[in-house]
């Protein structure tokens, strides 16, 4: 419990931080500035989507139905795959939480590995997998950020609060939480003599690592303190990178929507792009690189257990643990749907929502279909109810469109 502690209270001063920055660029950045620049089958698009993906504070199950509503409203094969190959490896919140435990080496390395990485991937779809890329026509008309209502800029603030404090804490806390604690359980359970006997051999520790973080779900922010928990054990610097690139990056639902609505094709160049990328990123790390770099923090590490804890460390943990708290609630709580004795209410259930990215989208695409006038969705199960006079294929394919299953609630 003490190596668990201590980690969350290096983290949580430069965790809030980062949180409020993404709540900020949520409410103040315009949502279509993300759909404007990345139509057409070119580099160009590859690296706007890539540029426009690097910041965001979105996980690789959010980006899925982001990217696929993205794809769906003109962005190119080759736009798409950039956008889910660098969106989930960082955001600005995780590369704040990485300077904070890790260094400014690794901070900088991050996002310079998601940008040449989904510049490949982007680049190998668009040469050879162009086919069924979408037309002009196909194209939703742009919409603004606010809908056309005019929005205060308090209005705005408590928006960013929200996000930042409740929805992205529902999304990526419990993620966080978890590899706090597997971080912690390394460090006490795994002996020090079981990764000695990958010191010497970069490229096999790499690979295990791999066959470990390609299916298992891993946010950006959630996957540093396991990076550092294998690094205090012995592994090298380029080992920690491919985890914190390839665990973020993709997993086994990212890669069935993928395969389900992109293709196998894309999906195989997705994965290419992003396996390579990590292991030839950490070999130059390992073999190219001074080690030093990357082993301060470690020893920084060491020195924030001697000297003891931090009153304002300390705060901002306790401040943290009480807004995932209230988050968890909020999300967790039983929530009545206003359900009306009418045949225009229909109730069905979504699979696939894990986070309100994945629950604002499905909203959305719902909401595009003639007829329906209120959408009520219950993250927490699926349930979803519609009200209007509405074609409910047209509804199930919206949806299903996106990456989620739809079934109907008998």
């Known amino acids: 419990m003490r190596e668990i502690f201590e980690l969350i209270n290096s983290m949580a001063p430069y965790l809030l931080l980062g949180f409020l920055l993404a709540g900020l660029m949520h409410a103040f950045v315009p949502q279509n500035l993300y ?14 989507a890539a540029l426009l993906g690097i910041p965001l504070p979105l996980c690789s199950c959010g980006v899925i139905p982001t990217a696929m509503s993205l794809r769906k409203e003109g962005a190119s094969k080759g736009a798409t795959v950039s956008f889910l190959i660098s969106t989930p490896q960082t955001g600005v919140d995780s ?17 310079l590995a998601a940008l040449v990485t989904s510049l490949f991937g982007g680049c190998l779809v668009n040469r050879f997998d162009d086919k069924d890329v979408c037309s002009t026509s196909c194209a939703a008309p742009s919409e603004s950020v606010d809908g056309g209502v005019r929005v205060s800029f308090r209005q705005r603030l408590q928006s960013a609060f929200r996000y930042a404090f409740v929805e992205m804490m529902q999304d990526i806390g419990k993620w966080l939480l978890l590899g706090l604690v597997v971080a912690g359980l390394i460090t006490v359970f795994v002996p020090d003599s079981f990764f000695a006997l990958f010191a010497d051999k970069p490229l096999l520790s790499m690979l295990l690592v791999l066959a470990f973080a390609v299916p298992m779900y891993l946010c950006a922010t959630g996957s540093i303190p396991i990076a550092v928990a294998l690094m205090l054990k012995g592994l090298s610097p380029g080992t920690a990178l491919v985890l914190l690139m390839a665990g973020p990056a993709v997993n086994v639902a990212s ?13 195989s160049f997705y994965l290419l792009s992003i396996v390579s990328g990590a292991i030839a990123f950490g070999l130059a790390i390992d073999y190219l690189l001074p080690r030093e770099w990357f082993l301060t923090s ?36 039983k929530q009545d749907s206003c359900e009306l004795p009418s045949d225009k209410n229909w ?7 894990t986070c309100n990215h994945c629950k604002n989208n499905v909203e959305k695409a719902i909401m595009k279909v003639d007829g329906v006038e209120q959408v009520d969705i219950n993250l927490a199960d699926g349930r979803t109810v519609v009200t209007g006079s509405f074609d409910r294929e047209a509804i199930k394919k919206s949806v299903e469109g996106i990456g989620f299953e739809v079934v109907e609630d008998d």
């Open 255 to 267: 890669m069935l929507v993928i395969s389900k609505v992109m293709g196998k094709k894309t999906l």
């Open 95 to 111: 590369i704040i939480a990485t300077y904070s435990l890790i260094g400014l080496p690794f901070a900088l390395l991050r996002p």
């Open 35 to 48: 759909r404007r620049y990345l139509g057409g089958n070119s580099f160009r698009s590859v690296l706007n």
């Open 298 to 333: 470690l020893a920084h590490i060491h020195d924030c257990h001697a000297q003891g804890v931090s009153w304002f460390n300390l705060g901002c943990t306790l401040l943290m643990l009480l807004l995932l708290v209230n988050a968890f609630v909020l999300r967790y709580r």
């Open 347 to 353: 109730v069905m259930m979504v699979k696939g929502m």
